[in-house]
């Protein structure tokens, strides 16, 4: 295995664990609220738990479609690759249309992060979490420029994309959490 | 070496030497570990004259009772800026810088494995203090003391934009750190020369390995902390606001959740520092390499397991005062056994009392008085009485002055002549050593007495009670004195720099492999390294060549 890779492999092993603590501590700044104030009812009241489901779905789905990219990375199917890519864009940036609706709706209901504790920490969490799957889509389009230049044919892209796509992973399964605990163990 | 498969910009001139003229352009595009490495440890000078110059100011405000030298307000300020410029700014880039010059060199690597991450890290750290210290021109400087305990550090109770650079400031150091972290744990793991394995590389590379993971641990939890903390102050959330459903209590955990470690992020390195400097002034081996190695480990996990003794006064209860209290003095344990292979290494060794050599010395006295008075306020009744007075202080001061800093002089001494090809004077440096020894004694050990005679720290000013008026007389000449070793230390710096003794690749005999290389290493460290086989590699090295030749 070249070093480089090796490195990289590292890194970014390194990084998500320690950016998962980060994502740890603000869930338990979420969870623990719930003992003061009804951060839990609240949540009931004014989430649109299947809304946000099916948004969530376009996101775990393009955790698919970028091993799909993986894949056709690996095999040197270059149309693949560019079709996976875009299609992994266009879910993950409906994820993030889906959250800015949410949050329009909600300013609506005149829910906003200085009314109560509930929206302190809902759209501190949630707001983070949206922020960290944008940096993705930035990561991804950047990728999908360089791949469109042509400017992998002469250098070696398996770093690149790994970092990316561990990277795009990560924020997924965040979101596992972040959905599981904020929508859906109110309802438990 | 390449990343992302694109070419590194590697300096393309020489490395500084102090003869050679150097763009200033050249230093701040640099990647070169060395070049970064010592910017990293400029940027620390400058920020510790500031926090020096801070810390002035408070011992002459508390030098006689009754003294209106600077106003309350502004005493607040100091002596947040002084703890946050003190903890962040200055020991850990001193620290991080000294790693991120030496630790390529000790495994027999020519540059970090990410470069660029490393030139980030330094940027980030001097960007991140000087936002900091901007809030001093943009209406106030932060004023909740360095931990900042909500709800003082909230908007209705402290007006002026202060708080919201600390906050700032610190994510944007926070995250230069913890690139410098992923960079040295990858470095250490994937560029180690033939021969030298993970369980015998040098010990000071092994420490910083281990603290980059406490690094990576710590900084996230603080960094959440932060940024909730802004989120309060600029949009009105209410995280750490009682009155509105919020929590204060739980700032103070994700503070010393972070600040536990933070100390520990503060200690590890110095320690590698002192069980390089010990063996090789000693001329011995070091005394039980896997044990120290072992304790590091230990120290490191334990030391998130003890955040809450911070809070014994909080309230908690007793289990869990109970369980913070038991997991703060097991970990008394570790820091003892080292403590002991350091006296040991030295016991019936060749010793050769360098500045740098009495530095390590002086270090695990004070260091121990410092461990001492840690495991006395572990005890919870006895943290119940002392607990915010200048007990505490003293109590710091022993951990981080006593400890950290008198490492890293200890290693400033040791590798000056590596980074600059020149000597530091040694007569001047036993000035400084034995002015500082002496001031550092004199400031803060009457503040443990102060401290059982209750007087509170963080207060402007103190009445005319008995004692109380010597006592802090005799801590602010203490000071002075710390003042005048630290000028002499400064001037050795620059005189040594344009007419120091060369120093040779090899001045202290050493065998790490920094040692091998010219002083200062040019561009690239090495050319080629024979095969490494012990802890000693240059002795060996050097053994070999007399066998050849004979």
Known sequence: ?188 | MKLFSFEVPEPTEALPSIKSRYGILQWISSTDHKQLGILYLWVSLFFFLIGGFEAMLMRLQLAWPGLQIVSPQTFNELFTMHGTTMVFLVLMPTLIGLATYFLPLMIGANEMAFPRLNAMSLWMTLFGGLLLNFSFLAGGAPDAGWFSYAPLSEKNYSFSSGLDYYSIGLIVTGIGSIGAGLNFVITTLTMRIKGMRLRKVPLFVWMVFINSFLILAAFPLLNAGLVMLLIDRQLGSHFFLPNTGGSALLWQHFFWAFGHPEVYILALPGFGIISEVIPVFSRKNIFGYTTLAATTVFIALLSFGVWAHHMFVAGLGNPINTFFAAGSMLIGIPTGIKIVNWMATMWKGNIYFSTSMLFAVAFILDFTLGGLSGIAVAIVPLDWRVTDTYFVVAHIHYVFLGGTLFTIFAGIYYWFPKISGRMLNERLGKWHFWLFLLGFNMTFFLQHLLGFMGMPRRVFSYPDLPYYGILNLISSIGAVFMLIAVVIFIYNIFKSLRSGELAGNNPWNAWTLEWYTTSPPQLKNFETLPEVTSLRPVIDWEKQKVAQKS
Do not use: C
Request: avoid cysteine; proline fraction near 1%.
């Open chain 1, 1 to 188: 295995m070249k070093i480089v890779f090796r490195q990289t492999k590292l890194l970014m092993q390194l990084f998500i664990a320690s950016e998962s603590l980060f994502f740890v501590a603000l869930i338990i700044a979420y969870v623990y609220f719930r003992n003061f104030s009804d951060t839990w009812e609240a949540s009931t009241n004014y989430l649109n738990v299947k809304r946000t489901a099916i948004f969530s779905i376009f996101l775990f789905s393009s955790s698919g479609t970028i091993t799909i990219a993986k894949y056709a990375l690996e095999k040197n199917k270059r149309k693949l690759l560019i079709f996976s890519l875009i299609l992994t864009i266009l879910l993950g940036a409906t994820f993030v249309f889906g959250q800015v609706t949410e949050y329009m709706d909600l300013y609506n209901q005149e829910v906003t992060i200085n009314q109560n504790i509930f929206g302190s920490a809902f759209f501190t969490l949630t707001g983070f979490h949206g922020f960290h799957v944008f940096l993705g889509l930035i990561i991804l389009t950047i990728y999908l420029i360089l791949t469109l230049l042509d400017v992998f044919r002469q250098r070696d892209p398996s770093s690149a994309f790994l970092a990316a796509e561990w990277y795009w992973h990560f924020v997924d399964v965040v979101w596992v959490f972040v959905f599981f605990i904020v929508y859906l163990m109110p309802l438990l």
